[in-house]
């Protein structure tokens, strides 16, 4: 239990400076793109380098070996967040035409909270180590 409970701190810590670089991102882009496209941007962005982060500090998985397939597992990773990300701001626009850029936002972090638990149960088997 103290070694999942180590896990959830670092992800989480993760997870937090991930999620601030993936508003940053997406608002900027936002300015020049349709929100779905700076969405997907800014996740497979962030994506990458949040497989890295959590291999090494939350996973203690190091050196290079299997490094690619890592960040390939991650990216299928990120296809679940994507597709609950791209969903999420799909009913906002649903609801309203065009939604304030703060709604967005808003819908994106929660909609990230929700996949971010999912993120966590999937990376673990990611990262297992094998006997």
């Not at 497989?51 to 397939?69: P, S």
């Not at 703060?102 to 990230?112: C, K, P, Q, T």
Request: proline share 3%.
């Amino acid at each position: 239990m103290h070694r999942t409970s180590g896990q959830v701190l670092r992800f989480a810590a993760v997870g937090l400076v991930s999620t601030l670089a993936y508003v940053g991102l997406y608002a900027g882009l936002r300015t020049a793109m349709p929100a779905l496209v700076a969405n997907a941007v800014a996740l497979l962005v962030t994506a990458v380098a949040n497989t890295a982060a959590n291999r090494r500090m939350t996973f203690a998985v190091r050196g290079r070996v299997d490094v690619l397939r890592h960040q390939m597992q991650g990216l299928g990773v990120f296809a679940v967040a994507l597709a609950i990300t791209s969903g999420s701001l799909g009913v906002l626009h649903l609801a309203s035409a065009k939604p304030p850029r703060i709604a967005e936002i808003a819908v994106l972090v929660l909609a990230n909270l929700f996949a971010t638990a999912l993120r966590f149960m999937l990376l673990r088997r990611v990262f297992r180590r094998l006997p």
